[in-house]
């Protein structure tokens, strides 16, 4: 086995990649990092030589050693395209990579473990709330509008689009935010839910889960 990654079990972009690599049928180690305040593995002189970005997930595969969730998914697409989560042909192509960025480039940054306590300790403030709602809202009312009628995200077939929303949703799930006005992403999540690739996934399932 070659693949390791590294991972804590709550994050969101571990969790998509954890997502491909089941999909893709890939052996691959979980390499448990935590993220716990007053743990912060991340942080250590160790991990920081592997990944000075001191971030999670971090993929290791042979000489290939990358940070970045989406460089990792593109890596995997490329690497092992057997079983193919990007659409062969535009404009459905551009389409899945364009849902994709909107949840990890607009929705999930703001809303990661380090701005919520950077809020919480900078600023007195309880942003799990008010905060957290208001970008899933912001960021699930566009995908709604841009997602097929299903039975996934973008029709027959899964996508990296469903490997990115499933963890998006659990998280809004886990924080009790509404997604009754989101009915075709919540049908495409709930129908990942029920395939092994994704439960799997699933954060409880992990080594590392607390």
Known sequence: MSIKLYSYWRSSAAYRLRIALNLKGLAHEIVPISLMPGVSEQRSDAYRKRNPQMLVPFLEDGEVAIGQSMAMLEYLEERYPKVKLLPAENPLRSQVRAFCNAISCDIHPILNLRILEYIRSEFAADPMHKWYAHWVHEGFTALEALASDGPYVFGNTLTLADVLLVPQMYNARRFNVS????????????????????????????????
Do not use: G
Request: hydrophobic fraction near 45%.
């Open 179 to 210: 997604l009754d006005n989101y009915p075709r992403l919540v049908a495409a999540v709930d129908l990942c839910n029920e395939i092994t690739a994704f439960k799997a996934a699933m954060p409880e399932h992990q080594p590392d889960a607390t």
